[in-house]
């Protein structure tokens, strides 16, 4: 059997791991036991139910799921993503689909100046809604100095460079790769170029938009956040139940006129 193997940031995780994270419940946990009433406290993100759909093992490298790095961390960073790309591409086989979900070049991770403050790891994960408290001063003000200039297309630019390797791996090996985002500076950065390119499953799906806008296509759709799932008495820009049963019926669409 071929397998699904996913990688990304928050927005390809499952919620799972998400309920034995620790601490006060995640907003997607307390939508699903709260709101769909899962005895578990889960629902299926748009990964698992795709495998479902195709046939295909499930294996996901995502946020939680990815590996904590003894020396990177662990985190919702391109960054993070492309080091389990890394990690794991030797896993990926003839006929696998690859599916990677780029996030926001505005995170970042950034290794802490000592003495360390009273964090799980000396890795801090930049995310722009992030709480810089604990840090110390000078790391705090270059973070925010970081922050930043990470808008600039250099930045858009270094990643699809750091995505040929994995490219010219997929063909010698004959797996399929993908990459999708939720990221508007990503998907309309060089935007004709993707139309042409049909690693870029989303832009291929709606390849006849020159304007990517990830959240309202699948609105339009009738795939909803957790947000608007709620009336916004759980706020969340993650897709809910709705959202992720349509992004996964618009890939699975998609991958079996591919494969």
Not at 89 to 94: D, E, I, L, S
Not at 104 to 123: G, M
Not at 140 to 156: P, Q, V, W
């Amino acid at each position: 059997m071929n397998t699904l193997h996913v990688f990304g940031d928050s927005f390809s995780e499952p919620i799972e791991p998400l309920v034995h994270a620790g601490g006060e419940p995640c907003n997607r946990v307390k939508y699903a036991r709260d709101y769909l009433k899962s005895k578990t406290s889960t629902y299926p993100i748009w990964s698992e139910l795709l495998s479902t759909e195709l046939g295909y093992n499930h294996v996901n490298h995502a946020g939680l799921m990815g590996k904590k790095f003894s020396q990177l961390g662990q985190g919702n960073s391109n960054h993070s993503i492309l080091y389990n790309l890394n990690e794991y591409c030797n896993t990926f086989k003839r006929d696998d689909i690859v599916i990677v979900g780029f996030t926001s070049t505005n995170r970042f991770p950034y290794p802490l100046t000592p003495p360390y403050p009273n964090i799980e790891s000396a890795v801090f994960n930049s995310l722009p809604q992030i709480s810089h408290d604990m840090l110390s001063k000078k790391d705090s003000d270059l973070i925010n100095n970081i922050t930043l200039k990470r808008d600039d297309d250099f930045y858009k630019e270094e990643l699809l460079q750091l995505l040929k390797s994995f490219e010219v791996l997929a063909d010698i090996v004959g797996f399929k790769l993908y990459y999708w985002s939720w990221v508007n500076q990503i998907n309309n950065y060089k935007v004709n170029d993707k139309l042409l390119d049909n690693r870029w499953i989303f832009h291929q799906i709606f390849n006849n938009s020159t304007d990517i806008e990830y959240f309202s296509k699948i609105s339009k759709l009738g795939g909803y956040t957790i947000s608007e799932e709620t009336n916004y008495t759980i706020n969340d820009n993650h897709f809910g139940e709705t959202g992720n049963k349509v992004f996964s019926d618009l890939l699975y669409d998609y991958l079996k006129k591919m494969i």
